[in-house]
Structure formats: structure tokens, C-alpha cells
């Protein structure tokens, strides 16, 4: 048995050291994405602008925000939300899309997870351009302080690759996980802060807060969007949220990689 | 050194739930639905293989359709873990196992050469080095502008077959693989392929072609129901198939019964 857990270690260290192969295999994905698109990548980006547009201008007045903090902050939601359920339900099929490779190729498995989290990576890593328009239109300020999104940024990015290594391997086994999640993040998504400011909702119903300070999204988000909108560091207890966020999905991933080891392979 | 060694390696396979139904059906061609109380759950693929494979040895594996040898040949590659026993492969290990899977539907012919030779462990100066001659091996032409998509079987097996063999492989597993193709493709290919286990330092290679298995292999292994049943000269086991072909083939009870 530690035999065994020896071998999947040295796998998963083999696996990062492969950097020339998946890297190059998540930047395929990307182009062969929107291969016969006019617009290629592009729509990634469009689709998240008419996305903020539209709930932009109508919460924006549902709401009474004012536009020039809710659209910025709509925006770096929305492109957070989407990179880490990307993060699932995409790299719940990391795996299963990778079955004729898994199957008659000798790498270590791990490259396709990894794979995975490059080409979801890419994927947000152009929506950003669309936030950058957004700041600049609306003045946002810039400062020392705006840098505090990058650390943010490092633990949203963790927590996308863990996403990945559970999501991998529990759809593999069981492929309804990627549906289900579809659901469950549906739900979840109008329970985050991101189509409305958590004040909104803590200065209406203060007692609804343990919808907020419970949500686990919503603490990965604030890391980076907070302070990107304002400069200053996030509350203290979203970085706390974060940590034991990372904690926990460190574990499931470990968790996960020990059960299945390399028996995925069997699963396919 | 290229060296493979099994110790008593077992392998199982998990029928999953979802595939009763088509069992069923297989099974109640066999012998009558009646007979069967419990639905089969493993099938024993491999069963105690011992065997050692030193640098410089050509070996064959033959037996029957599914005796074993597509997943020994797995197991060999690391791609497989055993359930039981213990596998120990030193050198690089270069697997040609089908020629029709492992692509990227929506990418051209030139990206899946590199994602391929990537995989099979090229380095990415190699690859520019060897990408034109693979191409024209491939004689694939404009084909390989377009995305893969718009191949037929054949052209994936020169593409595929084109970018495995150019590989410089320590250790060389081969699974039948001159399936597809045309006459004139299949003339060059075999011709590569013996190039190609020049190369290798070690070949296991798994075939029906009884004819052609004295030209490569010295030893030849016979497996039956997941048991290897004869491992020595080529002449000597290949023999010893042909005279001791049982009259039925193994069926899916014998598998699961572990005979």
C-alpha cells in the first residue's frame, strides 16, 4: 500500500515536471475551442461583457447602485464565479476527455489535470481584458493597495486547481458529479454577492448574513475583487475563509488522488 | 538497461452495473439465461504472470481475443496497475497500442503530430527536427492543414502510425498494428516498423500474424484466459498454439470463474 502511495507521489511530481507537455496541451484546447469561430476567444470575452451590461443596467436600478461600484464589482464577480465553475465542471471531464490518451499513453495522469487548469486558466485569463475596460471607463482608483488582489488571485487559482484534481476524479468515477454540480452552482450563484453587493443584502436583512459569511465562493471572490474595487486589503475573516477554504480542498484533493491512485484508468 | 520484470501480477476488471444488460444478452447466447444466479462483477484479466524481459530480447505474445495479451501489454506500460504482484519497468517505455483514438478532433493534422510525439516523449526541438519527415511518411499532404475531424480511419492510422515510429524508443510495446491502411501504406509501414524494432533495445510484441512472428521474435509468449501457459522459443510455443487450439473459444463465465 505505501508502495503504492510512493508511486502516485512520484506521479504527481512527474506530472509537474511534464510543464512542456500540458501547458502546450492547454493552449491547444484554447485555439481548437474556437477553431471555426469568426470571432475566436473573443467570445469568451463578449459573452461576459453583454452579461455585465445587461444585469449592469438592471440591478444596477433594481438595486439602486450606483453604477460606477456595481459594475466594476459585477464585473470582477462574474469573471471570478466563472473561473472557478469552470474550474468544476470542466475539469470534471479533465479526465473523461482525455480517455484515448489515458488509455494507450504511459504519462502519469496528472498532466491532464494540469492540462485542464491551463485551458480553464486562459479561458478567465481573457476575461480579465474586459475588467480592465471596465476600470478604466469608470476611473477605478489605482494603488499600492490594488496589489493586495494579486496573493487573492494566487488562492483563487489554488483553489482551481484542487477544483480540478477533486472534480477530475469524482466524475470520472461517477458521471452524473458534473450535472449535479451544474445544478447545485445554478442555485448558488444567485446566493453569492455577485449580481448583487453583499451590503445590499446585510443592510436589508442583517439576519440573512450567514448567507454571505457561509458561502464559500463568495470569500474566494472577495480576496481578489475587494481589493481590486477598493484599494484596501479584504476583511480579515475572508482571508481566514479563504485559508480554511484551501485547507479543505487541499485535503479532498489529496483525498481523492490517495482513493483512486492510478486505478482512474479503470473508471474510464 | 531496458528491463521488464512481473511478479505473480493479477488483474482484475470491474463490470460496471450498467453494462448487465448487454452481458446478459452475451451470456444468454452462451447457455441459457437460467443457469446464471449471480451476475458476473470481475473478470480476471491477467492472472499470476511472472516474467522477465531483458535488453536485446524480441518477445511475442499470442493467444486468442482476450486472453490477455492488449492488457499485459498495458500492464507493461505502467498503464495498468496490477492488483496483485509487482511490475518493474527500467527505460523509456514507447507504447503502439491503436491508431485510432488519441486525437484532437478539432485540431489539424500538423497539431495532433506534435500533441502525439509530445506525449510519446519527444522534446519539442526533436519534434521540429523530425515533424517533416513524419509529415511525409504520414503522405498526407494538404490533409494535414485541416482539422482531423474530416480524416477517414485510414488516414488517422498513417498519422498516427507516422508520428509513433518516429520515436526513439528503449522500450518498444506493439499491439497488432498493421490493421488499417492501404496495401501501399501497409508495404511501407511494415518495412518502418521492422526499422523501428531495430531500434529498440526491448519489443514485446503482441500479434496474430503467426507468420511473420519467427522473423521478429526469438521467445514468443502463449497466453490463455489471462495465464501464461507457454513462454520459450518462438517455433516451440507458436507450435503448441496451433496443435492446442481448444475447440470453443474462452467464454465470460470462464473469465469470472477464474479457470
Not at chain 1, 218 to 238: C, D, K, N, W
Not at chain 2, 63 to 84: D, F
Not at chain 2, 187 to 204: G, I, K, P, T
Request: positive net charge; aromatic residues 8%.
Amino acid at each position: 500500500m505505501s508502495e503504492q502511495l510512493r508511486r502516485t507521489a512520484g506521479d504527481v511530481v512527474h506530472s509537474v515536471r511534464l510543464w512542456h507537455i500540458w501547458t502546450r496541451l492547454g493552449l491547444l484546447d484554447l485555439r481548437m475551442r474556437f477553431r471555426r469561430s469568426a470571432v475566436g476567444p473573443g467570445w469568451v470575452f463578449l459573452n461576459l461583457s453583454v452579461l455585465v451590461v445587461a444585469i449592469g443596467f438592471i440591478y444596477a436600478n433594481l438595486l439602486g447602485q450606483d453604477a460606477h461600484y456595481f459594475i466594476p464589482y459585477l464585473t470582477a464577480g462574474m469573471i471570478l464565479w466563472s473561473y472557478l465553475t469552470n474550474s468544476i465542471v470542466e475539469g470534471g471531464n479533465a479526465f473523461v476527455n482525455c480517455e484515448g490518451y489515458i488509455k494507450q499513453i504511459s504519462l502519469p495522469i496528472y498532466i491532464y489535470i494540469l492540462r485542464s487548469f491551463v485551458s480553464v486558466g486562459l479561458t478567465a485569463g481573457i476575461t480579465v481584458f474586459a475588467f480592465v475596460i471596465v476600470g478604466l471607463f469608470y476611473r477605478l482608483p489605482v494603488s499600492g493597495g490594488t496589489l493586495l488582489a494579486l496573493p487573492g488571485l494566487l488562492v483563487v487559482m489554488t483553489a482551481s486547481l484542487l477544483l480540478i484534481t477533486i472534480f477530475a476524479h469524482l466524475n470520472t468515477r461517477f458521471r452524473d458529479i458534473a450535472h449535479m454540480a451544474t445544478v447545485l452552482l445554478q442555485v448558488l450563484f444567485y446566493a453569492t454577492p455577485v449580481i448583487f453587493p453583499a451590503e445590499a443584502l446585510l443592510r436589508r436583512r442583517p439576519d440573512l448574513s450567514f448567507v454571505i459569511t457561509l458561502n464559500p465562493m463568495f470569500h474566494l471572490i472577495e480576496v481578489v475583487r475587494h481589493p481590486l474595487l477598493t484599494g484596501a486589503p479584504p476583511p480579515i475573516q475572508s482571508y481566514i475563509a479563504a485559508g480554511l477554504i484551501l485547507l479543505v480542498l487541499g485535503v479532498c484533493a489529496a483525498g481523492v488522488i490517495a482513493v483512486f491512485q492510478r486505478r482512474i484508468v479503470f473508471a474510464l | 538497461m531496458a528491463r521488464i520484470h512481473l511478479e505473480n501480477v493479477d488483474l482484475e476488471f470491474h463490470v460496471g452495473a450498467e453494462r448487465q444488460d448487454t452481458l446478459n444478452s452475451v451470456l444468454a447466447h452462451g447457455f441459457g439465461l437460467r443457469r446464471r444466479r449471480r451476475e458476473p462483477r470481475t473478470v480476471k484479466a491477467l492472472q499470476s504472470i511472472s516474467v522477465s524481459i531483458r535488453a536485446g530480447e524480441r518477445v511475442g505474445l499470442i493467444g486468442h481475443n482476450g486472453a490477455g495479451k492488449s492488457t499485459l501489454l498495458k500492464v507493461m506500460a505502467g498503464i495498468y496497475p496490477p492488483h496483485r504482484g509487482h511490475v518493474a519497468v527500467e527505460g523509456h517505455v514507447c507504447p503502439l497500442f491503436e491508431f485510432v483514438t488519441g486525437f484532437e478532433m478539432e485540431a489539424t493534422g500538423w497539431e495532433n503530430i506534435r500533441t502525439r510525439a509530445l506525449l510519446l516523449g519527444m522534446m519539442p526541438k526533436e519534434i521540429e527536427r523530425k515533424i517533416e519527415s513524419i509529415a511525409k511518411f504520414s503522405n498526407l499532404g494538404d490533409f494535414l492543414d485541416i482539422p482531423v475531424r474530416h480524416y477517414s480511419s485510414g488516414m488517422y492510422v498513417r498519422l498516427a502510425f507516422a508520428t509513433s515510429t518516429a520515436v526513439d524508443p528503449q522500450i518498444l510495446l506493439l499491439d497488432e498494428v498493421m490493421a488499417a491502411g492501404d496495401v501501399e501504406f501497409i508495404e511501407c509501414a511494415r518495412e518502418r516498423m521492422n526499422d523501428l524494432m531495430e531500434r529498440a533495445s526491448l519489443v514485446v510484441f503482441a500479434t496474430h500474424s503467426l507468420d511473420v512472428l519467427p522473423r521478429f521474435c526469438e521467445r514468443t509468449i502463449l497466453l490463455r484466459q489471462g495465464r501464461i501457459v507457454a513462454d520459450g522459443p518462438t517455433a516451440e510455443v507458436v507450435r503448441l498454439y496451433t496443435e492446442g487450439r481448444p475447440v470453443r473459444e474462452p467464454t465470460l463465465a470462464d473469465a469470472t470463474r477464474g479457470v
